[in-house]
T-cell receptor
Framework: DSGVTQTPKHLITATGQRVTLRCSPR?????VYWYQQSLDQGLQFLIQ???????AKGNILERFSAQQFPDLHSELNLSSLELGDSALYFC????????????????FGPGTRLTVT | GENVEQHPSTLSVQEGDSAVIKCTYS??????FPWYKQELGKRPQLIID?????GEKKDQRIAVTLNKTAKHFSLHITETQPEDSAVYFC????????????FGRGTSLIVHP
């Protein structure tokens, strides 16, 4: 158990719908990263938040958005869902930019499997 | 941006053999190289990592080597066991505040008893 929690574990929804995925980082970690993992694309970085603020963006679609709340949990919102959005969505947390080695290590949550039908 | 190539995509070995997975990266500014193991349906787990000021690092049966000049790094697993069967991902990143890793496509390691 990495200490990172994600809910829900599974989500089945229809095209055009909107869903929210939730992540709680490890205690003490300030940074949250979201990744999408699909069979043909591997692990793709979507977005990073650090202490409530967006820090970096990757291959995140405009239909997707995220935020990190004052208690440091994060939500990933996926809207106007398409069949191709079906994937495993992971969040990971790390200490953040503390300047020491620990800031580099990311701990992944168990993931949310999204199926769009 | 960074590009990470990982080979082979599938590796099949007999129990007790060694396994080697190789990755190359494109951005010479990358300085942190983690390796993750992902069992079927589970989360990626960090198994070992190396920073650019180190050429080799070992942890029991696992070792990672880094050649900064050639921009490649490798994972070595000795005395493989069936429980080593999983998908292994390499990644490269520039450390510091954001640390956004670019992942390889993964290697499916199968260890036959």
């Amino acid at each position: 158990d990495s200490g990172v929690t994600q809910t829900p574990k599974h989500l089945i929804t229809a095209t055009g719908q909107r869903v929210t995925l939730r992540c709680s980082p490890r205690s003490g970690d300030l940074s949250v990263y979201w990744y999408q993992q699909s069979l043909d694309q591997g692990l793709q970085f979507l977005i990073q938040y650090y202490n409530g603020e967006e820090r970096a963006k990757g291959n995140i679609l405009e239909r997707f958005s995220a935020q990190q709340f004052p208690d440091l949990h994060s939500e990933l919102n996926l809207s106007s869902l398409e069949l191709g959005d079906s994937a495993l969505y992971f969040c990971a947390s790390s200490v953040g930019s503390s300047g020491n080695r620990l800031s580099y290590e990311q701990y992944f949550g168990p993931g949310t499997r999204l199926t769009v039908t | 941006g960074e590009n990470v190539e990982q080979h082979p995509s599938t590796l099949s070995v007999q129990e007790g053999d060694s396994a080697v997975i190789k990755c190359t990266y494109s951005d010479s500014a990358s300085n942190y190289f983690p390796w993750y193991k992902q069992e079927l349906g589970k989360r990626p787990q960090l198994i070992i990592d190396i920073r650019s000021n180190v050429g080799e690092k070992k942890d029991q049966r696992i070792a990672v080597t880094l050649n900064k000049t050639a921009k490649h790094f490798s994972l070595h697993i000795t005395e493989t066991q069936p429980e080593d069967s999983a998908v292994y991902f390499c990644a490269a990143s520039m450390g510091g505040g954001s640390y956004i890793p670019t992942f390889g496509r993964g290697t499916s390691l199968i260890v036959h008893p």
